[in-house]
């Protein structure tokens, strides 16, 4: 299995390289091609049952590694299919090439480093690929060089960089915290640290993990450190969008589990929890009332991904085992849910050239696959049955009631609630209403239409039928995670 | 490894040497803060970096720790070279400099800053987390530095000094780095210097990108995305 994960730090890398030199159609390909490999290697690592390590260790890949990978290998196939439609010749040639070059060799590197994070072994290298992924994506959300772009990209590099410097104080802090049992000079490596972790000073412990959170918590969108968030998706070129909503945000979520994991161990888990419940209830609650008034599509969105990430807070800060299965299992199905969403977004605005929720209507009428396709993503992310996030959200209910955390569903289910309504008025809005006069019938693109179906395929697969290997998966993963003494 | 760790136990030069470092970063960060020119800024971030870099250089000494002479040198190339010729340039083809683009009154903001600096050096200092390893008031102050360029970021409102407040955080965290983490591991420590020079080229990018829109490095402009 070593060679899959030499593969998988090789594969994105050579096609974003690749895509840099190769005109659009091949790029295009290219993509795809990497998009795929990804997904197949993720795949195959599913029957090493989520175990390998490669280049002396700091490669690796575990059960809770994997489960993002599998997210992130998942995004980077559908939104390489949905860029193929996407991505359209410019006016010159010229200018065609440049920004193909750039949007295709960004869109590799970016998925790359994505792909990076949950692979590489220890706090050092996960800091470090997600400081790239930064740094990639805020010129790819610069791509389409309008004043709102260049807004949301400047917003977004100085917010995410500076958060990320939390992180990295957060990890030195942390290396100080293995100091006195692992010795003055060692690698950050997981298994090393999670060994150790009960002789850790559990003062330096907290202060790292509460620096992890709002470091990493930047990144993740957690209120009140989310501000770059809903600028960013709604700026950046769609396939983008898709990426940093169902991908990203759940990436960095990964850096804080990890710090979870060391924590639990030298403190217990009551203290990470607490740090989590607060991020994540303020998150809900802010992300609710902005969804209930929203003017712009793509942001409107935005705010549904904040109030996912404030519900794998909250889940994470339940006691009962089921709630974290049900945290990772959301993981997957709000990466699926999010970027369908999103890749919906992006016809409806090609298709009527705005984003303004107002001036959409009749999207059904006007796109007679990605239309219904849309209405579905929208019910999916709001926790509706069939689909993945109606399962993981009803577990992680009842990993709270398990947890006799009574009061504390009832808040988030209110707060879903508001969200939901939020949701659906506005999904309703622009897409069950008459089609006004001059709006040409028909799909943006088949590709885009495409990619859409897979991600609801593989909502409804997580919600009425995860595969048993994948469920095996979740349930190792969370016992990693609640491995706590 | 050894002479690292004795070098740890008897620390009173590296933590001499580490408190006044962090002293001197702080009152850079203060001129920073009250600096009303970005060329002023870039100035004191150097010196800044300079003092971070001179840090490395006496705790590689103390401590018989090879790798952090290199850190030093290409924290000093980075630092005090790179970083500010990149700024420097994007000041020179702005029309004119940003003077005075502070959101408070040069007494508000100090005064933050004070409030800012003490409770950040007053949490942790208070922290149970002394040992004779740890020269808890250069953390302390590493900490004040942090929380400072935080302020300094949000008092700002040009893309110079933003970014100059980013820059300067991240020697805040060096800062801390050299006081906790002086045995990491040198691949470590490259890795985040690398990511730094890669933060900055973007930096420079978006800034220009944002002056060749607005003809202006003021973020006056980069205010219309809201709810």
Redesign the interface.
Known sequence: MSAVLIALMVLPFAAAVASAAAPMRVAKVLTVAGGLSTFGLSISLLESKGDAAALAGWLRVDPLSLVFLLAVAFLYVTTAIFAVGYAQPRSSERETRHYSRRFFAGLNLFAWAMVMAPVVNGFTLLWVAIEVTTVVSALLVATDDTDGAVEAAWKYVLIASMGLGVALLATLVMYYAGTASLGGSYELFYPRLLAAAGHFNPEVVRLAFGLAVVGFGTKMGLVPVHTWLPDAHSEAPTPVSALLSGALLTVSFYGILRFYQVTTRAVGPAYPRSVLLVFGIASLALAALYLARQRDLKRLLAYSSIEHMGILAIGMSFSAPIAVVGVLLQVLAHAAAKSTAFFGAGSVIAKFGTKELERVRGGIGALPWSGPMFLLSVLALSAMPPFGIFRSEFLIVEGGLGSSATALVAVLLLLVTIAFLGLSWYASQTMLTPLPSGVVRGEVSTTMALSMGLGLAALVLLGIHPPAQLSELLTRAAGELRGAR | ?ES??AA?TAPSAVTDAAETVAILVLLSEFAMLRSALSRSQVNLYAFQSLAVAALAFIVAAERHVNDLFVLGSLSLLLKVVIVPAILSRVLREAPDDVAGSHRLGVASMVMSAIVLSGFGIFVIGT???H?K??PVLALAIAAAV?LV??LL?IVRSD?VS??I??FS??N??SL??YV??????LI?EV??L??LL??V???G??MR??HG??ASLS?R?????R?
């Not at chain 2, 402009?221 to 995305?225: M, N």
């Open positions: 490894m690292l760790l740890v922290m149970p987390i040992s390893l740890l942090i360029a935080f970021v893309v933003q970014a407040g980013f955080l991240e805040g965290v801390a780095g906790l983490a002086a045995g990491l591991p470590a890795a985040f690398f990511d890669v933060a080229v973007v930096f990018v978006l990108v944002h829109r607005s973020t402009a980069l205010e219309k995305l709810g």
